[in-house]
């Protein structure tokens, strides 16, 4: 048995908790010659609190997605990590990543960062992160500090 991960799907959405993350992965994906999966889920609901709904915000949503992703690529890249791929959905990310997405690049772990949601929000809503832990038929890393240990 083989204590090692070849498929890492990374979540993120560019908050801090979540380029820690990702600096994380790069070392676990360099440790174990993974395939590193860089995902960012474009959260429908939000659209749904503008009633007019407007194409250019979903473009702009889209953008930003790309550009952070492609971004993230090349850092990776930069440090020697071959294989990255980029993946842009829309959706719901509590349910799309631990999933769906984790069934289409066949992960075995899967890293996100701890969300900075308050206790009261947590409670309403829930995090990302415990919905993904909660779901996740693979391994998960939540990254909590920018520490690379």
């Known amino acids: 048995m083989t204590l090692s991960y070849n498929h890492i799907l990374v979540a993120v959405d560019g908050s801090k908790e979540a380029e820690w993350a990702f600096k994380k992965s ?15 889920i474009i ?29 993230y690529k090349k850092e990776a890249q930069a440090a020697g990590v071959t294989k990255v791929n980029v993946i842009v959905e829309y959706g ?11 069934t289409k690049v066949e992960a075995d772990l899967i890293i996100c960062g701890a969300t900075g949601l308050s206790t009261v929000e947590r409670f309403l809503i829930g995090s990302v992160s415990g919905h993904i832990v909660r779901g996740a038929n693979c391994d998960v890393l939540v990254v909590r500090t920018e520490e690379l240990s």
Not at 26 to 31: E, K, L, T
């Open 26 to 40: 790069i070392g676990v994906a360099q440790r174990n010659d993974a395939t590193l999966n860089l995902v960012n």
């Open 92 to 102: 719901s990310p509590k349910t799309m990543i631990p999933k769906a997405l984790a």
């Open 43 to 71: 959260d429908t609901r939000s659209f749904a609190a503008i009633e007019a709904y407007d194409n250019s915000i979903a473009n702009r949503a889209h953008k930003f997605a790309v550009d952070l992703l492609e971004n």
